[in-house]
């Protein structure tokens, strides 16, 4: 089983729910942002470019196969769940950001203080609190808590924890333009492998060589 | 010991006190009180690593080239070699610590240590360079380990002899380390291929190149300070000028080569990097040349040999221009988002993703593709706190131990 997941950019509609379910449901702290949505070519989210096409390019970790974060983590912390999911072990990191330096993507994420004083500084309302409750553990790693460890670095995990209890992703669930589809990359009639052949099917920086598991299918051409 | 000494000892060892204090702050905060973001997450600290390494080659290539290539003019300095090395090693392997998240776990690099992370190397070879340069430094100083300090010699036949001998046996392992420290240090940067600004070939034996000039530097410094400028090492000031002009010019030849192919060709991402480099950096960019090549130059002449203070002022540039050479290891690599796509429909046009910054700022966007990082006061203090650091061990050690070569009457 090799998990992927398929974004399908002509359904997308740059509504940003995704954004949203997947700063909650993970209970990323104010300023943490795993999952981003922004329309390519343009300074301002939902606004054409001056020229070309308007289409809205949903990023978060791509859970490389060949993943620099991965290879360069001195301590192992970053690794590959048993599905092709890259996972960070917040008991592990040492918080050196190296993978922040090697991931070309930009999805990594650091937490430079105590989540608490993050919601003080950002004015939250007291205990205000939001989010997965509990911590998850995936093969005895601790990869999700709600209070996150100051110093170490976080990203999207692809809801580990719901996945490990067969549910989907926050962002899958949440997108109402059903854009979002995960399935077995390695099975040749998957959902996501049949839409990946027939549709032309692209990945990010391919010239990077890091094989994304994440893949995207590119929207009709609308002239602006 | 002088007053002057004293003084010196007392100032350095209280900024490196200050800059404790200022760390265990930082340590309870979090790394809130640098100035990084999640788009430029290495600053002062990572290029204080790179400078400290670079410090602290030369010192140890002198050393073994001495007794490696019987460079014998260079002899009276070999003991301050070895003691800035180590200094300047220990100094690097200190400044990173700031940077960690999570110090306290460093042990995992003991329990868990992924062996592909060229980290791990770094953290292996600094470490062995550290105790060579530390072995290579007792070695030296054993015949003179008498009296007083007698306690701390080992018992040889002749101790003239085998430190003669060991130190000849010790050199090449030494200078393998020595040059080892700048090409993994380099590799940290350039094996990542996301960053376009280190991604090149040149950066590993440029490391190396500005090291030797340095390196060579801070040992003439320490030298002249300690010995005088006087008739008796003009010789040895003399080889050690030729030396850092020689090195400096190859470090701007290297360097100069990576910017004209990076630059020429012109595609996106080189555009990019050079409107950073040669453009929001200009200023800088032309201090990291100007500086060396001046304070290299200088150093070629007699007459400012033979003075304290030019001496002072040509190595001063020459290290503040290698210094901000290591500064400039982050901006072009971290304000050029590697997230940088062509869009559907817009050919020859560039798009970065803006990453979301992790901090607050009431007056900053949460998404940035670009920041401009200047060191914040906590990161001023712990950089300067471990140089002063490395200044302090310099001159304990000059004072309690044998380091300088004894005046004959
Ligand atoms: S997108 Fe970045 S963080 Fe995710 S697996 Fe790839 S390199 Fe690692
Ligand atoms: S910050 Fe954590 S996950 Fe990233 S490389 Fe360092 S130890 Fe690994």
Redesign the pocket.
Known sequence: MKMGMVIDLEKCIGCRSCMVACKQHNAQPPGTWWNRVFTPGSHRHLTPPAKGVEYFLPV?????EN????KVCPVGA?FHAGDGA?LIDFDRCIGCRY?MA???????QFNWQEPERTHERSEYQEKYHYGYPREHHHDGRLVYTPLRPKGVVE??TFCAQYRDKGELPACVRACPGKARFVGDLDDPDSEVSTMIKARDAFTLLPEKG?K?T?FYLPPKAREV | MSGKMKCSLWGSGALFLVALAAWLYQLRQGLILTNMVNSFSWGLYISGLAFFVGNAAGGLVLTSSIYLFGVKQLKPLAKLGALTAFANVTAAMLIVLPDIGKPFRLYNLLLHPNLMSPLVWDVIVLNLYALASAIYLYILMLPELTGRLGWLAVKVENAHDFSEKWAKRIAPVALLFAIGIHVVTAWIFSTQG?RDWWFSPAMAPDFVSVAIAVGATVVLLAGALAYGTGKKYEEAYRTLGLIIFIATCVHLFLMMNDLVIHAWYGNGETHRIMEIAWGDFAGFHVFEVAAPLLGAGLLMLPVVRRSMPLLALSSGLLIAGVFVHRFLIMPAAYNNIPMTITPFGLPNTHWSLPIASGRFFPGLDTFLDQYNYSPSLVEVVILLGIMAYAVFLILLAVAKLPILAKEKA
């Open positions: 978060h970790c791509q859970h490389c993943a620099p974060c991965e970053t890259v993978c090697a991931c070309p993507y930009g999805v990594r990203k999207c890091t994304p994440v | 996301g």
